[in-house]
């Protein structure tokens, strides 16, 4: 049983005649009866009395009828639905994302998604990056703006940018003219991320690597505290370009590059592989790839 078989049948018990509802249908009439063959032996129980003056429904031929329409009535009301989800989506979607790139990303993609489509209501979850493989793979997040991710079955992802990692400090703090050294790092008050974290790990590498000591003054779970923290002249903290925009603009931090080769990292969005994705999650990625490719040309940011 097909709804076009159910079509069929609807409008040769409306007719009660094969031969008008073929003409109704605008298909011959050996199709209609075959089909109404098939669905009687689909159903397995006659549907239709035939005589010389037309048909008339059986009594299992007229709770099919009834339920038929309020069938084809629903199917009606569901394509109308996937229509208007097409021009108009609609529904809650949940984007990760690291506290460093959501002081970027963030405002600009709600004011995008709210202006483009009122529909969706986005829910932003700020958590750390070594987190937000973590939180796809539970179905927390529809998607996430993954730090160095890496091949995970059943995610699919795709590259944003390669984010370069600087050290920041506050305007006055005396550092060495060109990129600061891995060796003059060392020596500097730091004030780091808690591990786990992607920059904490780089920074504990670069410094392993090269066999150097080092102290870190204060730590912090987010990046709000890590500027209140070199703001406070606590030490010296290292960040992404994007983390410190603001405070660039408003001259109350500095930036310097650090020479070594672990101080860059690659986003990518990430998302479960499930195959279906609703029309709303299909807009906020859209969106997201979108706006990163305008943040390319951000002079600092990518390379």
């Known amino acids: 049983m097909d709804l076009r078989q159910l079509r069929y049948f609807i409008k040769v018990v409306e007719c009660a005649n094969i031969t008008r509802a073929s003409e109704a249908l605008h298909i011959a009439q050996p199709a209609i009866s075959q089909q109404m063959r098939n669905l009687e032996r689909d159903m397995d129980m006659q549907l239709l009395e035939r005589s010389v003056h037309g048909v008339v429904p059986t009594a299992a031929g007229q709770t099919l009828y009834r339920h038929a329409i309020e069938l084809l009535r629903q199917a009606d009301g569901t394509r109308e639905l996937l229509r208007q989800d097409a021009e108009y989506p609609q529904g809650k979607v949940s984007v990760g994302m690291p506290s460093s790139t959501a002081r970027m990303l963030a405002i600009p993609l709600a004011r995008t998604i709210r202006s483009r489509y009122p529909g969706i209501k986005l829910e932003l979850i700020d958590a750390p990056s070594a987190e937000l493989g973590g939180l796809i793979t539970v179905g927390r997040v529809a998607m996430a703006v993954v730090v160095d991710g890496v091949p995970t079955r059943g995610v699919a992802s795709r590259r944003l940018l390669s984010e370069i990692l600087y050290l920041v400090a506050w305007p006055e703090f005396l550092l060495p003219d060109g990129a600061v050294s891995i060796e003059a ?27 150097l000591p080092f102290e870190v003054e204060f730590e912090a779970n987010s990046t709000d505290l890590l500027f209140s923290a070199v703001l406070a002249k606590l030490g010296v903290t290292v960040l992404p370009w994007a983390a410190a925009h603001v405070e660039l603009e408003q001259r109350r931090l500095k930036l310097a590059r650090i020479d070594h080769r672990l101080f860059t990292r690659e986003l990518s969005l990430c998302w479960p592989d499930t195959g279906v994705q609703s029309n709303a999650v299909e807009k906020v990625r859209e969106t997201i790839f979108e706006l990163f490719e305008g943040f390319e040309g951000e002079p600092g940011w990518g390379y």
């Open 185 to 211: 790092l060392a020596k500097m008050p730091l004030v780091l991320p808690c591990a786990p974290n992607t920059i904490r790990s780089r920074v504990d590498a670069a410094m392993q690597e090269a066999g």
